[in-house]
């Protein structure tokens, strides 16, 4: 009974501890589900992009090999997210900074993306080139791997799909990393059917040059995604104002009392946590539990820091 007793205030005191330096991750299942997810998609893609970049190859067909290094951008993105996911969840790192380790998410979005923009500039580099040196297609090999590589694109986008409707469902702001991956996922998607439509017409209609035509569609699709992204994870990272959050409704709240805004700072450090300071002036002295209160109506910030000066 008194080891039982002992075992639980150790787990409430280490529980405790966590909570006081931001633990905005480890107990967010929905963050925990990601993981899970991103890890089975890694795996299958990887496997499809392998076979398509080896069968583009030896098939000749650069529409296949651009479909297949597109999936390998998309394998890499999301194992790059996956090992973020790892190093935001660690208990260790967790404690080692300000607002808990949320913010290796968006870092492994913005690698993400720098490498995929790469991957696109070489996939354009090697379409030009086939289009000014054509090189012999096996069309019905390069049929069957790039029909295989539609479907598990399909597959690969209901799983990601599952996790974004049960986000929507639990009212979470959205995890940008797999929701960007889900998007990709379909670009993914459309880059098969592109590179389907090449080899079908390149079959029966002998149109050689629409196969690195569509290699060159497929690259600037994902450098038009790494650029979006990284777009979105670079705002994150320098800590740019939260878009999810109308700051006029906190002013709004805050005015309304009577007292004044006189400076705001809404920024996110977790995917679902949102930071806050601000600095409230009145001429009524009501105290931060006060103000602390009316926000946390208006947002339930994960971080929360008030300051509150009288006027005279």
Not at 263 to 288: F, M
């Amino acid at each position: 009974m008194v080891q039982t007793i002992l075992v639980c205030y150790t787990n409430q005191m280490r529980k405790n501890e966590l909570a006081h330096h931001h633990n905005y991750l480890l107990d967010d299942y929905l963050i925990s589900e990601n993981e899970r997810r991103t890890l089975t998609v890694v795996f299958v893609t990887a496997m499809t992009m392998l076979i398509e970049i080896i069968a583009g190859y030896l098939t000749g067909s650069m529409a296949l090999l651009a479909d297949g290094w597109h999936m390998a951008s998309h394998a890499g993105a999301l194992a790059i997210s996956y090992f973020a996911y790892k190093l935001a969840r660690s208990e260790k790192l967790t404690l080692k900074f300000s607002f808990g380790a949320g913010k290796f998410i968006p870092l492994g979005g913005y690698t993400s993306a720098i490498v995929l923009a790469l991957i696109a500039l070489w996939m354009a580099g090697q379409s030009v080139s086939r289009l000014l040196n054509p090189v012999p297609i096996y069309f019905d090999e390069a049929l069957v791997v790039c029909t295989v590589g539609l479907i598990v694109n399909i597959l690969c986008a209901r799983v990601l799909s599952a996790h974004h409707e049960e986000e929507q469902g639990h009212g979470h702001v959205h995890d940008h990393n797999l929701r960007s991956a889900y998007f990709h996922v379909l670009a993914d998607a459309f880059t098969s059917i592109l590179a389907l439509v090449a080899l079908l017409f390149g079959k029966f209609y002998r149109v050689v040059w629409l196969d690195p035509l569509m290699g060159l569609v497929g690259s600037a699709l994902i450098l038009r995604w790494a650029y979006l992204l990284c777009k979105e994870t670079v705002w994150e990272l320098l800590d740019g104002h939260a878009k999810a959050i109308n700051q006029n409704e906190i002013r709004q709240a805050i005015t309304k009392t009577g007292a004044t805004v006189s400076d705001l700072h809404v920024w996110r450090i977790a995917p679902s946590a949102y930071a806050c300071e601000v600095v409230v002036c009145s001429k009524q002295k009501r105290g931060t539990a006060y103000y602390r209160e009316l926000l946390l109506r208006v947002h339930p910030f994960g971080h929360l820091t008030i300051e509150e000066i009288e006027q005279s």
